[in-house]
């Protein structure tokens, strides 16, 4: 991967002292994050009690806000971390409660980077859910949303930004000379599903990836590429005559590719929204026969709620969902038996550990080595 944590912090090629701002949206993350920071510090004998730099964006009554920061940021090299998908955020608006939507979050991620009035000596983002990101492209009159939010950001003097599974990371091109990466915890994804099913049997006999739809094509490439099985498709085929919901509805899911009777089932996107495509996939290939059926979104979001995957699972159509702890996820769904959470924290560390220290990221974005030892640890057992 990337040298050792010690031998990172015992360098001297520290582009400058880590400061970290989690934003209200991730707490949680931003916590676990600095520990592992701290720890490895600590063990490269450095005494840092916490890298994270308190912060605020309160608001006026009226709803105008502002962002605060509360201590100084003068030198340092900056991590500001924000999920503009954390809905569970709230403000009182006019008396009433108001959930963040992922344009307050945006607005008060450049609260806090004005804040920081050009003081720091350089300002990274990293934000998993890449705001706008799925109005990526445009078609008729449209608006352009993750474009201008990205030309907006290199505009204030932001150096780097970090997101995880973009939904189309050619959305960069609007910023070309700014640094962008575009994650895919793989690895992570692998070693939950080693971890938490025992049982599972990861050769080309017994198990198989399944792309939803030709624009999860390349990430299900990865791990049939990766584990050495075979790959199917479904495409979707939908009614262009009319608009619903700003897009054309879907007629139905067909499938393409080898047959699937009898081999565990595992198919990969970046987010469940609905959950309502998931489950027709599902459905379909359990009339093909197939055996058991684990589902991964990097954002597991369920916006219609939980009970249609519920039914599904005490059905045996669902075996699991695999999620990350990228953006909020309801008690109800950590606490669901069929829910996996995949912890993507400690790669997180490991990139703000490289950026800061002016190390190549290319071996933590492309993880082929740390799979091959997993597979190879994974097959001695």
């Known amino acids: ?26 707490t949680e993350l931003g916590n676990k994050i600095d520990n592992y920071l701290v720890e490895w510090s600590k063990r490269a004998g450095y005494d840092v009690g916490s890298f994270l730099i308190e912060s605020e964006c309160p608001r006026f009554s009226s709803g105008d806000g502002k962002g605060l920061i509360k201590s100084t940021v003068r030198g340092k090299d900056l991590f500001i971390i924000v999920d503009v998908g954390n809905y569970n955020v709230k403000y009182n608006y006019f008396g009433f409660e108001n959930a963040m939507s992922p344009d307050d979050h945006f607005q008060d991620l450049k609260r806090i980077i004005q804040a920081a009035s050009g003081k720091a000596h350089r300002v990274n983002i990293i934000m998993p859910i890449l705001y706008g990101g799925r109005q990526h492209r ?32 050619r959305v960069q091109n609007a910023v070309p000379l700014m ?28 198990f198989m990836i399944v792309s939803p739809d030709e624009g999860a094509l390349n ?48 198919v990969a996107d970046d987010i469940i929204s609905s959950g309502e495509s998931m489950l027709d996939l599902a459905y ?9 059926i684990f589902t991964y979104a990097t ?14 699972y005490e059905e045996g159509v669902i075996g699991g969902v695999f999620g990350t702890n990228l953006t909020y996820r309801t008690p109800e769904l950590l606490n669901r038996p069929w829910f996996h959470e995949v912890d993507v924290s400690k790669y997180i560390a490991y990139f703000i550990e490289a950026i800061n220290h002016d190390v190549s990221i290319g071996k933590i974005i492309d993880p082929h080595t740390k799979i091959d030892n997993l597979l190879k640890k994974y097959n001695m057992k």
């Open 138 to 169: 445009r078609s008729y009159r449209e608006s352009l949303d993750c474009a201008c939010a990205l030309q907006e950001l290199e505009a204030m003097g932001v150096s780097n930004i970090v997101t995880f599974d973009a939904h189309d990371p």
């Open 284 to 292: 379909n290939l359990k009339e093909k026969k197939a055996g058991r």
């Open 1 to 26: 991967m990337v040298a050792s944590s010690e031998n990172l912090f015992s360098s001297e090629i520290s582009a400058a002292p880590i400061g970290i701002i989690a934003m209200n949206s991730v």
């Open 299 to 312: 954002y597991a979001i369920f916006t219609n709620g939980l009970e249609k995957f519920d039914k599904a």
């Open 219 to 266: 990430r299900n490439m990865y791990y049939a590429s990766v584990l050495g099985v075979d790959m199917g498709m479904f495409y979707k085929r939908r009614d262009y005559s009319q608009i619903v919901n700003g897009r054309n509805p879907i007629v139905a899911h067909e499938y393409l590719g080898n047959p699937v009777e009898g081999k565990d089932i595992f």
């Open 179 to 206: 640094g962008f990466d575009n994650v895919m915890p793989t690895y992570q994804v692998l070693k939950c599903i080693l971890r938490e099913i025992k049982d599972i049997n990861l050769t080309k006999e017994n």
